[in-house]
């Protein structure tokens, strides 16, 4: 049974910094590619970041480009999402998504692609 879980959500003042992780266990997690979604009130899930299963390769949004960083750590089974520089409109609920591939190149940057989820850990910024 596959289990994925996000740790490390929070209530951070604007400007401030969070550092979300994510677990999965019960797959070959250097097999899957990972990814992170949010969800704010009112809207559509919509994709943050992902990396492919070598993490040579990622894709961000461009509302977070050149505040966040996802990485993986293999050997740990753990996915991360460093975000600096926090808005207001970062608020949101943040899922970790995984799929398991062999294609190198994948990357989820659409929830189709995602098998599976976490229960999602939240984030707010205040003004």
């Known amino acids: 049974q596959v289990q994925v879980v996000e740790s490390g959500g929070g209530l951070v003042q604007a400007g401030g910094s969070l550092r979300l992780s994510c677990t999965a266990s019960g797959l070959a997690f250097a097999d899957a590619a990972m990814g992170w979604f949010r969800q704010a009130p009112g809207k559509e899930r919509e994709v943050v970041s992902c990396?492919?299963?070598?993490?040579?390769?990622?894709y961000y949004t461009d509302s977070v480009k050149g505040r966040f960083t996802i990485s993986r750590d293999n050997a740990k089974n753990t996915l991360y999402l460093d975000m600096n520089s926090l808005k207001p409109e970062d608020t949101a609920m943040y899922y970790c998504?995984?799929?398991?591939?062999?294609?190198?190149?994948?990357?989820?940057?659409?929830?189709?692609?995602?098998?599976?989820w976490g229960q999602g850990t939240q984030v707010t910024v205040s003004a």
């Open positions: 990396i492919n299963i070598g993490g040579g390769s990622t």
């Open positions: 998504a995984a799929t398991r591939t062999t294609l190198q190149t994948l990357c989820l940057v659409n929830q189709r692609l995602v098998d599976y």
